[in-house]
């Protein structure tokens, strides 16, 4: 069965450390894609990152960076030097065809709670 | 930049109301999604939706939802009898095409409240 696990349910830095958001998933398929969304207090779902099944190249992103690993079915989210505008609910969530579309199946999120 | 809309932002209703929240996906878009987020929870798939039928529904999408895309801009959520538990944040999200990395865009979601 398709499922997104995030382990960390809220997570407390101080701003300019670097924090790492957890996330595991698991699917029966070979062809599959993983986002990264943020969710800031206002509610709206803002898009970071996406990753497809074939390309395991880690990528950097100014202060974000992520580490795919296709053989622990990990898909990790960095924040360097943290700031207190990164507090937000981070979901991972992953795309795999189902009945003719690609519906998402999110995770429970990660609370990053960046304190000055 | 194209962008999905949703109206309204905030909608309060009383229990054993109706509601239509209403989405306008992008418009060379062909599949549509709604999704659920109760306070707090993670977002929920709830049906997706090409080619003016169905495509999926997750087992909360019962008998007192349903969907609509009557004039080829607009795609709806009917919500027929509200109930306590409905209270939540639901997403419109649309995508241009099939293939998995065609990412779906979201709307920046309605607040639904059941009173």
């Known amino acids: 069965a398709q499922k997104v696990t995030q382990a960390q349910t809220e997570i407390s830095v101080v701003e300019k450390e670097d924090v790492t958001l957890d996330c595991v998933y698991e699917?029966?398929?070979?062809?599959?894609?993983l986002f990264w969304y943020k969710q800031p207090p206002s509610g709206e779902l803002v898009f970071l990152i996406r990753?497809?099944?074939?390309?395991?190249q880690n990528e950097i992103s100014g202060r974000y960076s992520w580490n795919f690993q296709k053989s622990t079915s990990s898909f990790n989210f960095t924040i360097t030097a943290s700031q207190v505008v990164d507090s937000a609910v981070y979901f991972c969530?992953?795309?795999?065809?189902?009945?003719?579309?690609?519906?998402?199946?999110f995770g429970t999120g990660t609370r990053l709670k960046v304190l000055a | 930049e194209p962008e999905v809309t949703q109206t309204p932002s905030h909608q309060v209703t009383q229990m054993g109301q109706e509601v239509i929240l209403r989405c306008v996906p992008i418009?060379?878009?062909?599949?549509f999604y709604w999704y659920r987020q109760i306070l707090g929870q993670k977002v929920e798939f709830l049906v997706s939706?090409?080619?003016?039928?169905?495509?999926?529904k997750s087992e909360i999408f019962d008998d007192q939802f349903s969907v609509e895309r009557p004039d080829g801009s607009n795609f709806t959520l009917k919500i027929r009898s509200t109930k306590l538990e409905d209270s939540a944040m639901y997403f419109c999200?649309?995508?241009?095409?099939?293939?998995?990395?065609?990412?779906?865009?979201f709307g920046p979601g309605t607040r639904l409240t059941v009173l």
């Open positions: 999200a649309s995508s241009p095409g099939l293939a998995g990395d065609n990412e779906q865009f």
């Open positions: 699917t029966r398929d070979t062809t599959y894609y």
């Open positions: 990753r497809n099944s074939f390309d395991e």
């Open positions: 969530a992953l795309s795999e065809e189902s009945s003719g579309t690609y519906k998402y199946i």
């Open positions: 418009s060379n878009h062909l599949y």
């Open positions: 939706f090409y080619n003016n039928e169905i495509s999926e």
